[in-house]
């Protein structure tokens, strides 16, 4: 998005935030912390993605876990194997 004002994460950061905040992995500092930007672009982000979650119908899985820091919810991740990396072939 160009202008005088830059986004400081790309839509779909924003879209991922979103779904990441409405599904309860994390708080508004958790995912600052993990997109590396503040709270209030976070919060930017959910208003202005919220609704368009809404209009088409998408209604969040409950998280299992609420992870406090970017680091815990990064380490919950699966390690990927050498089956999942995509390696390109001439």
Known sequence: ???VFMQKITDAERVL????HRRGL?????????F???RRTIGGALREVGPLLDQTGYA???AATRFTTAAELLAS????SAD???TPTS
Not at 77 to 80: A, G, H, K, N
Request: proline fraction near 10%; avoid cysteine; charge should be negative.
């Open 77 to 80: 991740l699966p390690t990927p």
């Open 26 to 34: 994390g708080t508004h500092d958790t995912l600052a912390e993990l």
């Open 36 to 38: 590396e930007v503040s």
């Open 60 to 62: 969040a899985t409950p």
């Open 1 to 3: 998005r160009g202008g």
């Open 84 to 86: 999942d990396i995509d």
């Open 17 to 20: 935030a979103t779904v990441l």
